[in-house]
């Protein structure tokens, strides 16, 4: 082992503090404490990770001997000498290894362990021991294995903050009881420990100050704590993390390796060393405790160390339970990532889960892959398809039972049925068939694009093909059995793909399946009972790649495929259905596919070839379903719940414009309630729209409002250019618009727009940024909650829910001084990406949760919802509500929040969080509808200042009506420079006002602050109003704005 590299401070405190021989008491520190010169202290004095962190440690003395300095990369630990008289006898060698000419492996060194304190704000290094009572005995645990990529080389190709936030959102999807993490960065570290969902279930082999992750390294956490944990270092960035789980019947021990990949001599010499020293380690703790080893092998099944580990006792879950699948991990056939980064182009599986149980107490149970489609989104910055990573990542269950004595090996499932060996024709087909009342936007997509739209039903496909119909009966059977094991899951379409053919390209719907690797566990769970193989009809290395169907496009460059894709997917509302059973569908003569049989699975009951009966529902599962139809149905009532043929009829309206839009020169991008999904029949869309350097926003403006003129007539549209963002406001088919426009910067061509606004977002005009920013942050809102927590579709009804209720409560106005749009979609975005499991599994549950949470919430602390705005600081006097948009750059949403609309918020918090709470005891539509009970104007409002404009035209009241409304906040500011002054704020009924703003106090004599009569403060404040509205350069002629305080 080379022994150039430099130690870190770290590694010689910890080397100092724990070998033997070396007195401690003898050392001293010298440490930067920001003066201008160095301080010492005692070795014995110093905290590790505590007050002084690793990087202002610059060197070690002995006596005044300088053994390690920072600066001067002096280390001369190794070197020193030890007097006869204080040398302490080293403990016995381990047993010498079978070869003399092996290098000796490195030690283990000891590692502090990690956990969040709520009370001191902070990652906090824990004792590392459990006591007996304490330690846990769970029936399974759940590994999963990722290496996340480093940015080190190319990191203009990378996209890394965008791969990171993913990265973390898969892996909180996963749920794994431990994770293993290689190629883990100090930025990518201090990201996922932001994590709310990580501070409040994980121990964490790294803190803050990433010692083990530079350049990089690899991470452990663990829900259970570790009773020990160490590391092996072999150089700078590579190293073993392993720990000790202390459960009640048994250690588990857990290390992570990231192996030296062999590409020549020197790297095999390292690796050699590498897996010496991890063989050791394992025989030097016994036969007695259960050993899994959890990470990155960098090697496929022809090396030679698959045989080195087999020796030293280990099983591969993967082969173990999946013989004859590839499981590739690295795959740059596939991975667009992986091709950037490969040096041979080889599929390989790299990462691997391997276990060591002589007691035959731990079972390999289920293993699978994650990550392995794209990320939703723009492709990354080469143009292909983003990644969350250049590998695949692994998970696994492992079942913990009793210790059997006449099974030293692992007892892992067998098949009890002989497969099937019928030959297989292609008239037949056994597939995953969504619900109907899903089908609608998916027949709309394969009504246009697929040629086989008659032949077919909406599918995906699971084995073709398939044994003839004729053997259904048999193959019934099988499925039957085979599928016992396999609960129902979740499968969301929210995303397309594309195959490569030689003479066109299919495209199709992504199916992400949760919990993760579901699909390929049924299909792999088929395919025991149905081998592939050339003899059998379908191709020996036939990778599985769930997928749905939905058309064929011409042959043509990855970009212009990739760009049609993308504006597929823009209007694209993720779909989510249970897959319950799966079909066996067959084709007689020239007719379509039809279902002839379904098999349920989990062994559930049947009835014949109609689709299977669940069981009765537990009194919770009712509960919750009755809950969530209760209160859709309210919200229905409501107006909440627009009809599909609503729905549809407002996305022809937007294509009409979108095609105005392309005749003027731009791109129209729809964002907020549109492309959520939360819209209804009367909500206006926002959109942006995207054009070249040479049409200017007049040019635009003046274009659009012509075509629409044109078509719906000359008030069907008209440019505000004063606004604070100028856009057209226009109205189609009874749909209205709110669209602004961006334009490229000279020489720009055009691109998507998370890229416009990365690259070139300083050259774009400040209206542009802004309307950018809000097509960018509608989509990294969606992406947050369509890969995290409660998934999308019940983020949109609880939304929907929610947004009713604020505007019920007179709450939804970012202009009074509320929550927006935006403001409130992050809010149940964070309950959605954070609520615990019991929460999100209904409707109802979540809705509570949010009131709950959020009526607690201690103020001014940000919500934040993304890795990269979670570093939001609060600046000033506007941040009492810090709401932040989700992408770059952090902004907080709600910064006309003041003193009072604050207090109104907290108020209708609390009584939301009560009356749902009520209505979840009673569970009937009268106590949900009590949640979206207006206010009473007369009781919560009964002294009112009256706002108003007189105008001589429409027009000019409209006009001046808009001044009102954007000057209300300023208004209410006025008002609260008396302290003893509270103010609420009130929507109007109609745009052109009256505007109302509640006047109360709750001083004692709080009468006088109540007072109109002249001089006092609340007349001057009026007076001061006033007399803005005169000196406004745009007034109207003839407009004039009335103040009155009512009843008075």
């Not at 160095?38 to 440690?57: C, K, L, S």
Request: with cysteine.
């Amino acid at each position: 082992m080379s022994q150039d590299r430099f130690q870190t401070s770290r590694e010689v405190y910890h080397r100092i503090r724990w070998d033997p021989r070396f007195d401690a008491r003898e050392f001293v520190i010298g440490y930067d404490a920001h003066g201008e010169t160095m301080e010492e202290m005692p070795f014995g004095a110093f905290a590790p990770d505590g007050e002084i962190p690793w990087h202002r440690v610059w060197y070690f003395k002995r006596g005044h001997e300088l053994v390690w300095d920072r600066r001067e990369r002096i280390d001369r630990l190794s070197s020193l000498t030890f007097k006869t008289s204080e040398e302490v006898v080293p403990p016995p060698p381990p047993p010498p290894p079978p070869a003399a000419t092996r290098e000796a492996a490195p030690r283990f060194t000891p590692l502090p362990l990690y956990r969040y304190d709520a009370r001191a704000n902070a990652w906090v290094a824990v004792e590392q021991s459990v006591s007996t009572a304490a330690r846990p005995a769970p029936a399974e645990l759940t590994f999963a294995t990722f290496n996340v990529l480093f940015d080190l080389y190319d990191p203009e190709l990378l996209a890394t903050h965008r791969r990171t936030a993913a990265t973390i959102s898969l892996l909180r999807s996963v749920d794994a009881d431990v994770i293993a993490l290689q190629e883990v960065t100090a930025p990518f570290l201090r990201a996922l420990l932001e994590k709310q969902w990580v501070r409040e279930h994980y121990f964490v082999s790294d803190g803050p100050d990433a010692s083990t992750v530079e350049p990089y390294g690899q991470v452990l956490l663990s829900r259970y704590p570790f009773a020990s944990l160490s590391q092996c270092v072999f150089s700078r960035d590579k190293r073993i993390i392993a720990g000790e789980l202390a459960l009640l019947d048994g250690s588990l021990w857990v290390a992570t390796p990231h192996l030296t990949s062999n590409r020549d001599p020197v790297r095999a010499k390292a690796r050699t060393v590498q897996v010496q020293a991890l063989i050791e380690w394992a025989h030097s703790l016994g036969e007695s405790p259960d050993l899994a080893l959890v990470g990155d092998f960098n090697f496929g099944d022809d090396a030679p160390e698959v045989q080195d580990f087999q020796k030293a006792g280990f099983v591969d879950v993967w082969t173990a339970l999946r013989p004859g699948d590839a499981g590739y991990t690295f795959d740059p056939s596939r991975n667009t990532l992986a091709a950037l980064t490969t040096t041979s182009g080889r599929r390989q599986r790299l990462d691997r889960v391997l276990v060591r149980s002589a007691s035959g107490r731990l079972v390999p149970h289920e293993v699978g892959l994650f990550a392995e489609a794209p990320l939703s989104g723009p492709p990354g910055p080469g143009g292909d398809a983003l990644f969350a990573s250049d590998h695949f990542g692994l998970s696994c269950v492992l079942k913990r039972g009793a210790a059997s004595v006449q099974a030293p090996a692992l007892a892992l499932p067998r098949a009890t049925r002989r497969p099937l060996t019928e030959p297989l024709v292609r008239q037949s087909c056994l597939v995953i068939v969504p619900p109907e009342e899903v089908w609608a936007p998916i027949q709309a997509l394969r009504a246009v694009h697929d040629s086989k739209f008659a032949r077919w039903m909406p599918h995906v496909t699971l084995l073709f093909p398939f044994v003839p119909e004729d053997s259904f009966g048999e193959a019934e059977a099988l499925i039957t059995e085979a599928l016992q094991g396999i609960e129902p899951f979740e499968v969301m379409l929210s995303g397309f793909g594309y195959f490569e053919h030689s003479s066109d390209v299919t495209a199709w719907l992504r199916p992400d399946d949760r919990p993760h690797g579901a699909l390929k566990a049924l299909h792999a769970a088929l395919e025991k009972v149905f081998p592939k193989g050339g003899s059998r009809g379908r191709e020996p290395e036939f990778d599985f790649t769930p997928h749905l169907t939905v058309g064929q496009l011409p042959r043509a460059p990855a970009a212009t495929i990739r760009r049609t894709l993308a504006t597929w997917e823009r209007d694209w509302r993720p779909i989510r259905f249970e897959v319950g059973d799966v079909c066996l569908t067959s084709k007689r003569g020239d007719g379509p596919f039809e279902i002839r049989q379904r098999v349920p699975l989990g062994g559930r009951s049947r009835s014949g070839a109609s689709r299977s009966t669940p069981p009765a529902p537990s009194r919770s599962a009712r509960t919750s379903a009755e809950e969530k139809d209760v209160l859709r149905t309210v919200l229905s009532a409501r107006g909440e719940w627009p009809s599909s043929e609503t729905r549809q009829a407002r996305q022809a309206v937007v294509g009409r414009l979108e095609a105005l839009c392309a005749r003027v020169g731009a791109e129209l991008l729809p964002y907020g309630s549109y492309l959520l999904g939360t819209d209804n029949a009367g909500s206006d869309v926002d959109a942006v729209a995207v054009g070249p350097a040479s049409l200017s926003r007049e040019d635009f403006a003046q274009a659009l409002t012509r075509l629409v003129a044109e078509q719906e007539g000359p008030a069907a549209a008209r440019f505000v250019a004063d606004a604070a963002l100028p856009l057209v406001k226009l109205s189609l088919n009874g749909v209205h618009f709110d669209v602004s426009y961006a334009r490229r910067p000279e020489g720009v061509e055009p691109c998507p727009p998370t890229e416009l606004l990365a690259r070139y977002g300083e050259r774009l005009d400040t209206p542009g940024f802004r309307s950018l920013n809000g097509w960018t942050d509608t989509r990294a809102l969606l992406d947050s909650v369509e890969h995290e927590g409660a998934g999308a579709e019940r983020f949109r009804t609880v939304l929907r829910a929610v947004r009713s209720w604020a505007k019920a409560r007179g709450v939804y106005s970012h202009a009074l001084g509320y929550l927006g749009g935006l403001s409130w979609s992050v809010l149940v975005a964070w309950a959605c990406t954070n609520a615990p499991r019991e929460a999100i599994r209904s409707d109802s549950g979540l809705l509570a949760y949010f009131f709950e949470t959020f009526s607690a919430w201690q103020w001014p602390r940000p919500v934040t919802l993304t890795a990269g705005t979670a570093g939001y600081r609060t600046s000033d006097r506007r941040d009492l509500m810090p709401v932040v948009a989700p992408a770059l750059p952090p902004r907080n949403t709600a910064r006309n929040v003041s003193r009072s609309t604050l207090q109104v918020l907290r108020d209708e918090l609390s009584r939301a969080r009560e009356v749902v709470r009520r209505a979840r005891a009673e569970g009937t539509e009268a106590a949900w509808a009590a949640l979206f009970e207006p206010v009473d104007l007369e009781k919560e409002l009964p002294v009112r200042l009256r706002v108003s404009v007189e105008a001589p035209s429409p027009e000019a009241r409209e006009m001046a009506s808009g001044w009102v409304l954007g000057h209300l906040t300023a208004l209410v500011y006025r008002l609260e420079a008396d302290r003893r002054l509270f103010a609420r704020p009130f929507p109007n009924a109609a745009p052109e006002g009256p505007f109302l703003i509640g006047l109360s106090s709750r001083d004692p004599g709080g009468h006088e602050a109540l007072s109109s009569r002249p001089g006092s403060a609340l007349a001057r404040t009026m007076d001061e109003f006033r007399a803005s509205f005169q000196e406004w350069s745009h007034r109207p002629a003839g407009a004039v704005l009335s103040l009155e305080l009512a009843p008075r």
